[in-house]
T-cell receptor
Framework: SAVISQKPSRDICQRGTSLTIQCQVDSQVTMMFWYRQQPGQSLTLIATANQGSEATYESGFVIDKFPISRPNLTFSTLTVSNMSPEDSSIYLC???????????????FGPGTRLTVT | GQNIDQPTEMTATEGAIVQINCTYQTSGFNGLFWYQQHAGEAPTFLSYNVLDGLEEKGRFSSFLSRSKGYSYLLLKELQMKDSASYLCAVKDSNYQLIWGAGTKLIIKP
């Protein structure tokens, strides 16, 4: 399985500011995803980060609010722009397509970034 | 619409067996996944089913019935460290993962 790191692990930000979250993988992966998880709830997919092209956003998420970069097969960033308290959540990077032994192409998750907006 | 249903919370006793059910209605099916998530941590992959039947992996087993849109995760010889949320997820016809809300499992001594 891939080893995934995220920076920062947590942050407290002021309303109206922006935060960029970094995701680094120790091997090349085909697919990278960004999720949000509110406390006590399940995962919500924000977007799929595509290498060399614009990210694919899910319904309810737009590029202006959550710009994503993916310059290569091991790195991606998610920016949460013009933050409000409703953006307080855990943001998780996830990868798939690293040749899993199970054949399931399961997703692996980074440790998450806990964001609090005041 | 696409839907995955799991019980919100379950309680079991250390050393016992517990079965967590998951029913799904999705546009197509390309596999079902179970993940474990401890509080404050990221989800970790537990199991994958794409064909009907039981997949056993140590103390954990996962069952799938595609005709019934049903799966369960069976945990045997429960340990305190098994206290966590268990997430069911289905890959649909577009190979998109649809996530359930998760089942919080509480283990009592």
């Amino acid at each position: 399985s891939a080893v995934i790191s995220q920076k920062p692990s947590r942050d407290i930000c002021q309303r109206g500011t922006s935060l960029t979250i970094q995701c680094q993988v120790d091997s090349q992966v085909t697919m990278m995803f960004w999720y949000r998880q509110q406390p006590g709830q399940s995962l919500t997919l924000i977007a799929t980060a595509n290498q060399g092209s614009e990210a694919t956003y899910e319904s309810g998420f737009v590029i202006d609010k959550f710009p994503i970069s993916r310059p290569n097969l091991t790195f991606s960033t998610l920016t949460v722009s013009n933050m409000s308290p409703e953006d307080s959540s855990i943001y998780l990077c996830s990868v798939a397509g690293s040749g899993s032994a199970s054949g399931a192409d399961e997703q692996y998750f980074g440790p998450g970034t806990r964001l609090t907006v005041t | 619409g696409q839907n995955i249903d799991q019980p919100t919370e379950m309680t079991a006793t250390e050393g016992a067996i517990v079965q967590i059910n998951c029913t799904y209605q999705t546009s197509g099916f390309n596999g079902l996944f179970w993940y474990q998530q401890h509080a404050g941590e990221a989800p970790t992959f537990l199991s994958y089913n794409v064909l009907d039947g039981l997949e056993e992996k140590g103390r954990f087993s996962s069952f799938l019935s595609r005709s019934k849109g049903y799966s369960y995760l069976l945990l045997k010889e429960l340990q305190m460290k098994d206290s966590a949320s268990y997430l069911c997820a289905v890959k649909d016809s577009n190979y998109q993962l649809i996530w359930g809300a998760g089942t919080k499992l509480i283990i009592k001594p």
